[in-house]
């Protein structure tokens, strides 16, 4: 009985979904190469002020797979985390960070500029998250005041106290921490006011029809206003017209990133028209 509901089962199982999870195991396998294949690269967006002067950049992972070519990271972030290789990836990405920093530093070019790191939830989760972050900035000489680590509100899962704890040791480091996507997570204003934040970034999904959509428009606003009352820096993510940095400059917002100025470049890219 046992065995013929089994085969029916597998009747059922429809070639659609094996497929994809067949394609899910490979990726799984394929990342566990990636670090020691060297198959990961860092890409730089920049980041503007309202007077679009260049102030940084965020550091976005590239994926060079060797049979699919580049990869981007909504294809690989989720199946990282459920391995768990997002831990030594996110560590290559910050030392990456770190190390260019220090080249920056070392006179590479002349103006201090600041990188934003993604940190996923379970990165950040992780019980010695805090002290690998400690020991990559005194490894590498980096100027802590010069990163800004992004996290998201899916931390709002975990116990406030525990998170509030690891970003303020991350805090007493000299980092600076930004809320990436924000607006996006179920987390309520009430939880967000306990996070020792100093950045929201307002997620690309109210931008985009900030010049048509009322709704957006307002919302933008609102977030704006509630930043700066909170005394937190604000960055709108996602610009990709003249109309929405127009909407945005207007409104009081003080940096942006987007399409508009540049997509993500390599970093050598970015050096030579940024960074001179
Ligand atoms: P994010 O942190 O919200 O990064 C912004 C994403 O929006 C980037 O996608 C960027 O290329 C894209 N973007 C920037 N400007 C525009 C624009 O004007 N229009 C549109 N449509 N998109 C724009 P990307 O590089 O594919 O990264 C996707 C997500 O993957 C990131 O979202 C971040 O959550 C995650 N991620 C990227 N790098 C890392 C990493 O090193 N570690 C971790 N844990 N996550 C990462
Ligand atoms: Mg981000
Ligand atoms: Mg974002
Ligand atoms: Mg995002």
Same mark, same amino acid.
């Given at each position: 009985q046992?065995?013929a509901?089994?085969?029916n089962?597998?009747?059922?199982f429809?070639p659609?979904?094996?497929k994809l999870?067949g394609?899910?195991?490979?990726?799984?396998?394929?990342?566990k190469?990636?670090?020691?294949?060297?198959?990961?690269?860092?890409?730089?967006?920049?980041q503007l002020a309202?007077?679009?002067?260049?102030?940084g950049a965020?550091v976005?992972l590239?994926?060079?797979?060797?049979e699919?070519?580049l990869?981007?990271?909504?294809y690989?972030?989720t199946?990282?985390?459920?391995?768990?290789?997002?831990h030594d990836?996110?560590?290559?990405?910050?030392?990456?960070?770190?190390?260019?920093?220090?080249?920056?530093?070392?006179?590479?070019?002349?103006?201090?500029?600041t990188?934003?790191v993604?940190?996923?939830?379970r990165?950040f989760?992780q019980?010695d998250?805090?002290d690998?972050?400690r020991?990559?900035?005194?490894?590498t000489?980096?100027?802590?005041?010069?990163?800004?680590l992004?996290l998201?509100?899916? *931390?709002? #899962?975990d116990s406030v106290? /525990?998170? +509030?704890?690891?970003?303020?040791? &991350?805090?007493e =480091?000299g980092?600076?921490?930004?809320?990436?996507?924000?607006g996006t997570?179920?987390?309520?204003l009430?939880?967000l006011?306990?996070?020792?934040?100093n950045e929201?970034?307002i997620d690309?999904?109210f931008v985009?029809?900030?010049?048509?959509d009322q709704?957006?428009a307002?919302?933008?606003?609102?977030?704006?206003?509630?930043?700066q009352? *909170?005394? #937190?820096?604000?960055?709108? /993510?996602? +610009?990709?017209?003249e109309?929405q &940095?127009d909407? =945005?400059v207007?409104h009081?917002?003080?940096?942006?990133?987007?399409?508009?100025?540049?997509?993500?470049?390599?970093?050598t890219?970015?050096e030579?028209?940024?960074a001179?």
């Amino acid at each position: 009985q046992a065995k013929a509901d089994g085969r029916n089962l597998f009747r059922f199982f429809d070639p659609q979904m094996q497929k994809l999870l067949g394609e899910r195991l490979a990726l799984e396998s394929d990342l566990k190469q990636a670090l020691a294949g060297r198959q990961f690269e860092i890409y730089l967006q920049p980041q503007l002020a309202s007077d679009r002067r260049v102030t940084g950049a965020e550091v976005l992972l590239r994926w060079h797979h060797p049979e699919r070519g580049l990869v981007y990271p909504g294809y690989f972030i989720t199946a990282a985390e459920h391995t768990g290789a997002i831990h030594d990836i996110g560590v290559w990405v910050f030392e990456q960070a770190c190390l260019l920093l220090t080249k920056w530093a070392g006179g590479a070019i002349t103006r201090a500029l600041t990188l934003a790191v993604n940190v996923s939830a379970r990165q950040f989760r992780q019980a010695d998250f805090v002290d690998r972050v400690r020991r990559l900035l005194q490894q590498t000489g980096a100027n802590p005041k010069l990163i800004k680590l992004e996290l998201t509100e899916s *931390l709002a #899962l975990d116990s406030v106290d /525990e998170t +509030v704890a690891k970003m303020l040791a &991350l805090r007493e =480091l000299g980092l600076a921490i930004a809320l990436d996507d924000f607006g996006t997570g179920q987390s309520s204003l009430a939880y967000l006011k306990r996070l020792p934040l100093n950045e929201l970034k307002i997620d690309q999904s109210f931008v985009r029809d900030i010049t048509t959509d009322q709704n957006d428009a307002v919302l933008v606003q609102t977030i704006i206003g509630m930043a700066q009352n *909170l005394n #937190l820096e604000v960055v709108a /993510e996602g +610009v990709e017209t003249e109309q929405q &940095l127009d909407f =945005l400059v207007k409104h009081g917002c003080p940096a942006y990133q987007g399409f508009f100025f540049s997509e993500p470049v390599p970093v050598t890219e970015f050096e030579r028209k940024f960074a001179a």
